[in-house]
């Protein structure tokens, strides 16, 4: 993810310092994004997380654990079985 967006940014002609800021940003942005639709699918599939499942998701910052989850979601009953 942060790969893409230094590769953007440097195609966009930003100075490399500035890209890797930009790529740094553009990476937490993607995943705050995964986090907010995780919690989304899971609410929207009445499943019920502690407050410490919760404070898991959200502080998670590794996209490919949050896209895994996020293909669990729906197929899952219990936030157990998420982080299985």
């Known amino acids: ?36 639709g995780l919690l989304r699918v899971l609410a929207a599939c009445e499943i019920v997380l502690s407050d410490s499942d919760r404070e898991h998701i959200t502080t998670c910052d590794d996209a490919a654990q949050l896209e895994l989850w996020l293909k669990r979601a729906a197929l899952i009953s219990t936030a157990e079985e998420l982080f299985a």
């Open 1 to 36: 993810m942060i790969a893409e967006g230094y590769a953007e940014a440097i195609a966009q002609g930003y100075p490399e310092g500035m890209a890797k800021r930009y790529a740094r940003r553009y990476a937490e942005g993607v995943t705050k994004g995964m986090v907010k």
